[in-house]
């Protein structure tokens, strides 16, 4: 059974970074696309950004040249880094896979229909 586990939440002040990171358990081989997604109160979960197996990238607008994915996939374990965090960045941020290295949906199309496992969420707040 696929897990995807997530740390590194928490409240930093506007500027600040938080570096998140999610441990993905029950693969037989690492997935081919990995991403972050994120959802503040009352608006829809969004994706944040992708990685695929290969390191290849993508990012929302609004996070780029602020937030770094990697991946490391000897751990199946995937990283965010977010730096200069503003407030419009707080929400619940949640791990997303696929659900094996064949699927590149997450990656092509970074929204929640195209994501097969879910972590439970770690919240970030940034206060101003």
């Known amino acids: 059974q696929v897990q995807l586990v997530e740390s590194g939440g928490g409240s930093v002040q506007a500027g600040g970074s938080l570096r998140l990171s999610c441990a993905a358990s029950?693969?037989?081989?690492?997935?081919?696309?990995m991403g972050w997604f994120r959802q503040a109160p009352g608006k829809a979960r969004e994706g944040v950004a992708t990685?695929?197996?290969?390191?290849?990238?993508t990012y929302t607008d609004s996070v780029k040249g602020r937030f770094t994915i990697s991946r490391d996939n000897t751990k199946n374990t995937l990283y965010l880094q977010m730096n200069s965090l503003k407030p419009e960045d707080s929400a619940v941020y949640y791990c997303?896979?696929?659900?094996?290295?064949?699927?590149?949906?997450?990656?092509?199309?970074?929204?929640?229909?195209?994501?097969?496992?879910w972590g439970q969420g770690t919240q970030v707040t940034v206060s101003s």
């Open positions: 997303a896979a696929a659900s094996n290295r064949f699927d590149a949906r997450i990656c092509s199309r970074p929204v929640p229909e195209s994501v097969a496992a």
């Open positions: 029950g693969y037989s081989s690492s997935p081919y696309c």
């Open positions: 990685i695929n197996i290969n390191g290849g990238t």
